[in-house]
């Protein structure tokens, strides 16, 4: 069940290259593994810029008053309160959700994260391109020309480090 009603078509949708199924599928490894190995083994988390940034690029803001809705992919778990991206093709599991509750780790907390668009806040981040701008616009163009304080209201949980846990 997809999150990205968008009835007024102020934002174009757009269509992520097409691959063939196994480069799709050794594409969708060799991201998982890099993902994984970003949290090494102390956890390690993206800083909280780069968190809001990936919140707006799925979630969108206008739960916050905003007018961006939420990305084409984003998806509704099975479990109440989740959502995974449904367009990686990692599927509905505790591990893909984007948000998780207090300190437990997401998906979204990878330091290093790749996105079917591409869009801002992930590692595979690519510019807008020139006829992105032209009405409706992309979600992408418009995140890239967002107020930068707008950016920070973005509610997000970063779990500082104590010092003790960096000896």
Request: with cysteine.
């Amino acid at each position: 069940m997809s999150c990205s009603e968008n009835k007024e078509k102020k934002f174009r949708d757009v269509k992520p290259k097409k691959e063939s199924m196994l480069k799709k599928g050794i594409g969708m490894v060799q991201n998982y593994a890099s993902a994984v190995a970003s949290r090494g083994i102390k956890n390690t988390k993206a800083d909280k810029v780069t968190k809001q940034l990936r919140v707006l690029s799925c979630f969108g803001n206008t739960h916050l008053g905003g007018e961006l809705p939420p990305c084409q992919y984003l998806e509704r778990s099975q479990t109440v309160g989740k959502h995974y991206c449904g367009g990686c093709g990692c599927g509905d599991r505790k591990a893909t959700w984007l948000m998780a509750e207090g300190e437990e780790y997401s998906k979204l907390d990878h330091p290093k994260l790749s996105c079917p668009l591409g869009m801002p806040g992930f590692s595979d981040y690519k510019p807008s391109m020139p006829d992105e701008s032209e009405d409706p616009i992309t979600r992408k163009f418009y995140i890239e020309n967002i107020e930068y304080e707008e950016v920070t209201r973005i509610p997000v949980t970063i779990v500082e480090k104590q010092e003790s846990e960096e000896e």
